[in-house]
């Protein structure tokens, strides 16, 4: 199974939302492309909407950007698995390099994200990635390593987890698009370490619809985690078939 999804960051209103979730609502209509899964995480604000418009037996899982590690509690501007939970999401990205650098996430806090979303029975998202000079000193694969034995520290059961391998240098808006040549070692190590154990092994980072079979061609990749060349409905559905027609 291919994992195929998008995150929209802080973008989309509520109307913007509901014309993609329509679209994708009609896309799925007869069921998923066979052998994907796919995914979308709105903003908050659009969590409810979009589960809504989804319904109950949608194929689509929907997650939240983030949640914190404690089930309540005088956490302003945060909030909970058990409310992203209720809210409808079944998934929770974790990690991101944003998140790290802006919000002072760090491996504890990332390892006690995935463990309350574990414990609640959603899916743990995890990101991970190296920056340019990390890439460029040949160190990438012991980093990734480094940040994934964190995260799963004191996890028993990893069945449920997606990794999300998202170099720092190729993500964002200039970000340098990623060869096979740059992300093989990197998935082989995952791969031998986490690929019968985890759900998916996933690549985001500038992936657009002229790269996405040839990454997927990568051995260890199951999946794209896709930026903003998902974030149009047309441009998501067009990543869905690719990924199909590569199963």
């Given at each position: ?211 996405a079979a040839e990454t997927l061609g990568v051995d260890g990749v199951t999946g794209l985690f896709v930026g903003r060349s998902a974030w149009q409905i047309d441009g998501y559905l067009d990543l869905l078939r690719i990924a199909a027609a590569t199963v």
């Amino acid at each position: 199974m291919l994992w195929v999804g998008t995150s929209w960051k802080m973008n989309k209103t509520l109307a913007e939302a509901t014309d993609f979730t329509n679209g994708l609502l009609d896309a799925v209509a007869g069921g998923a492309p066979a052998g994907v899964q796919p995914f979308i995480i709105p903003p908050a604000t659009a969590l409810t909407t979009v589960r809504a418009i989804l319904g109950p037996d949608s194929p689509v899982e929907v997650g939240v950007q983030n949640a914190h590690w404690e089930d309540a509690g005088a956490w302003t501007g945060e909030i909970s698995v058990p409310q992203a939970a209720d809210a409808g999401a079944s998934l929770v990205e974790i990690g991101h390099s944003e998140r790290r650098e802006f919000f002072a996430e760090t491996d504890q806090t990332v390892n006690l994200k995935v463990k309350a979303t574990l414990r609640h029975g959603l899916r743990p998202l995890l990101c991970v990635g190296e920056p340019a000079e990390v890439f460029a000193s040949g160190g990438s694969v012991a980093h990734i390593m480094a940040q994934v034995a964190a995260a799963l520290e004191g996890v028993d059961d990893v069945g449920r987890v997606l990794i999300a391998y998202e170099p720092i240098w190729a993500i964002g808006e200039h970000g340098r698009e990623a060869g096979p040549d740059d992300i093989v070692a990197v998935f082989a190590a995952l791969d031998a370490e986490y690929g019968d154990r985890v759900e998916a092994i996933l690549y985001g980072g500038s992936v657009n619809q002229g790269n996405a079979a040839e990454t997927l061609g990568v051995d260890g990749v199951t999946g794209l985690f896709v930026g903003r060349s998902a974030w149009q409905i047309d441009g998501y559905l067009d990543l869905l078939r690719i990924a199909a027609a590569t199963v």
